[in-house]
């Protein structure tokens, strides 16, 4: 079954994998910021999780984070270790700020994009010690449930 199938089975209408071979980036410890799915405006980002397939790994690279959010880069979760060194996290959901209610650690039902243009969902990379183009090993696959609100009615 692929990825794509078993992912709307879960709830989840979006869909990315990257590679360690997708980064592009060649300065030692700079992130790397991808731009992975649009958030249509009026729309509601209802969950985002990762699944680590393979942990990064490579040359002396010792540790990889990736946050995922919008122009704040942690909105929809925020930093886990993805790198094989490091004691990676193969997986986690809805982690970020946008999720969290600010009274507790409940998770709220979805983020609000009452916004008047679309917004861009991203994915930051950041390495430490070498760079993320030295990287020989990794894949992780980003999912997001976006609810495009001007579809449904």
């Known amino acids: 079954m692929s990825v794509l199938t078993q992912s709307a089975q879960l709830g989840f209408n979006n869909v990315k994998t990257i590679k360690f071979s997708d980064f592009t980036e060649t300065v030692s410890g700079t992130e790397e910021v991808i731009s992975i799915f649009t958030i249509p405006k009026d729309s509601i980002v209802e969950k985002v999780a990762y699944y680590l397939v393979t942990a990064f790994d490579g040359a002396s690279s010792s540790d990889?984070?990736?946050e995922i959010g919008d122009a704040d880069d942690d909105k929809f979760l925020v930093a886990s270790i993805i790198h094989l060194d490091a004691t990676e996290v193969s997986s986690t959901v809805n982690t970020g700020a946008g999720f969290n209610d600010s009274?507790?650690?409940n998770v709220v039902n979805g983020v609000v994009f009452d916004t008047a243009s679309?917004?861009?969902m991203t994915a930051?990379?950041?390495p430490t010690g070498d760079s993320l183009t030295d990287l020989t090993a990794g894949?992780?696959?980003?999912?997001?449930n976006i609810i495009d609100l001007s579809e449904i009615v």
């Open 103 to 105: 009274t507790t650690d």
């Open 64 to 66: 990889l984070t990736i």
């Open 118 to 120: 679309d917004t861009t």
């Open 124 to 126: 930051t990379f950041n």
């Open 139 to 144: 894949e992780i696959v980003v999912m997001a």
